[in-house]
């Protein structure tokens, strides 16, 4: 619009300059100007410093995936089972890896249409008019429709249809193994999620009952400085250690609902869902794993899903170079179409049909297809390091979470042994307390000692079982309902052992 106002110049060279300078310095200036508004409010911030004031649209909620299932989240007494259950139901990653394997599948389905002959309906037709016919043979003018059937077929390709089927297949592996992985990555998180709360739940309980033995030490302070036998001092040691004991009490509180917090968002839920946790308060069944680290390696090696889905795709790539070099050597393909002409003219209606054989050569293309190659071969040595850096990688998890689980065991047994030579020393010094021939600091020494040792029997059994799972899962055998297949031995009672 801006060009037509512009009325046409006597001097033509110099006005169409200023013209065109006149075009361009317009597009340019509508080009690079951002749009200053959208929905009704400022398109960004006035200023660095200024705060952009959203619209309404900008803050729709996004809708729910329609692949979401429904939910029914027991509201009271949930296991490890429900939770795992419940995690891998309302997991977006186990949708997403499951839609993607899915969506490999079909890749390859399509990989292998390409050895199938092609079929095809067409219909060519329409009227017609011959200026310079010879009205006693065809008329001038003519209507012709022609419905035919045609069969294309690749004959040979040296090898690009097998390099891509090849590829779609271990695409498809990929897809399908990443899929296992991630069902193993999401119960890991649950399982973690539900032993963090466990040992918060079990460290709450133990400094409940701390507080309640600081109580019990106060009130024997409190008695013995009434009969006199006990300075003021006692009762105030005792009631610091009190206070100190409530303070504890409240972080472990804290702490359990923070790990409840994490079981929600490893069941897909918000913090604040109607669902409680059972409490599990059962004896331990601790057990030693009864292989070595090297046959745990190589278990590893040889069937965790993610390593054998980096092998996959290396092998993909390898594949893909397959398919680079195919496209530099010709193709020969080999079709037939057959139909019938309606026409009114007679002499143009009858049968038709025919038989091909086609050879394409690529002859240059700007060398496009030799660099293809060269970034096909060296994107194949990418996933090939990338996958011998996730099997250098898995032996270190598998090594670490070994000597950690060897590890937990021992603390199990060793927590054990503390928490009773701790019980019966508090016992003891509260006795000596009151028959007046210990003192306060004995006693609050040993309520110390006591509710390190309630803590540290509760962490070391939760712990166990978080590095049974850890270890579980570095190996490749952690299943969708938590359970091990690794082989567990039961530990010797320490009594046996003296």
Not at 159 to 170: K, P
Not at 274 to 285: E, L, R, V, Y
Request: charged share 15%; glycine share 8%.
């Amino acid at each position: 619009m801006s060009l037509a106002l512009i009325p046409w110049p006597r001097r033509g060279r110099a006005a169409t300059v200023s013209l065109l300078a006149f075009g361009t310095a317009g597009v340019s200036a509508c080009a690079t100007t951002p749009p200053r508004r959208v929905d009704h409010v400022a398109a960004t911030p006035a200023a660095p410093g200024a705060v952009w004031t959203p619209s309404a649209p900008a803050q729709a909620p996004l809708a729910a995936a329609r692949s979401a299932p429904p939910l029914d989240v027991p509201t009271a007494g949930m296991t490890l089972a429900d939770v795992l259950a419940l995690a891998l139901q309302n997991s977006p990653q186990t949708r997403a890896s499951w839609a993607e394997a899915r969506s490999a599948a079909a890749t390859l389905g399509a990989a292998r249409g390409r050895w199938l002959p092609t079929l095809s309906a067409d219909v060519v037709g329409g009227p017609a008019r011959a200026i310079s016919a010879n009205p006693a043979r065809l008329p001038a003018q003519r209507t012709t429709v022609t419905p035919s059937l045609s069969l294309q077929y690749l004959l040979f390709d040296f090898g690009g249809r097998a390099g891509a089927t090849s590829a779609a297949r271990e695409a498809l592996y990929a897809a399908d193994f990443t899929h296992n992985a991630t069902l193993q990555g999401v119960v890991l998180q649950a399982e973690q999620a539900y032993f963090q709360f466990q040992a918060g739940t079990g460290l709450v309980a133990a400094a409940r009952a701390t507080v309640e033995t600081a109580r019990a030490n106060l009130a024997a302070a409190a008695r013995r400085h009434e009969v006199g036998v006990a300075t003021i001092a006692d009762v105030l040691q005792a009631r610091t250690a009190l206070a100190q004991a409530q303070l504890a009490y409240q972080d472990a509180d804290a702490d359990a609902q923070a790990a409840r917090a994490s079981v929600a968002v490893a069941m897909g839920l918000p913090a604040n869902a109607p669902f409680a946790i059972a409490p599990d308060s059962g004896a331990t069944p601790v057990q030693a794993i009864a292989a070595d680290v090297d046959a745990l390696i190589a278990q590893a090696v040889r069937g965790r899903p993610d390593l054998a889905a980096a092998e996959a795709l290396a092998r993909q790539r390898e594949a893909q170079v397959r398919v680079a070099r195919a496209a530099q050597w010709p193709g020969v393909t080999v079709g037939g179409a057959a139909g019938r002409s309606f026409s009114n003219a007679e002499a143009l209606s009858g049968r038709t049909y025919g038989l091909t054989v086609g050879l394409s050569v690529p002859l240059f293309n700007g060398q496009q297809r030799q660099y293809d190659v060269v970034a096909a071969s060296e994107d194949a040595v990418a996933a090939g390091a990338r996958a011998e850096r996730l099997r250098l990688e898995t032996i270190a998890q598998v090594f670490t979470s070994y000597h950690a689980l060897r590890t937990a065991t021992q603390r199990v047994g060793t927590s054990a042994e503390l928490l009773a030579s701790a019980t019966q020393s508090e016992q003891v010094a509260r006795g000596r307390y009151a028959e007046g021939v210990g003192s306060i600091l004995d006693l609050l020494t040993a309520q110390t000692a006591l509710a390190d040792a309630r803590a540290q029997a509760v962490l070391a059994r939760w712990q166990w079982y978080a590095s049974l799972a850890q270890l579980s899962r570095d190996t490749g055998v952690l299943g969708p309902t938590g359970e091990t297949r690794l082989p567990l031995t039961s530990v010797p009672s320490r009594d046996s052992d003296r």
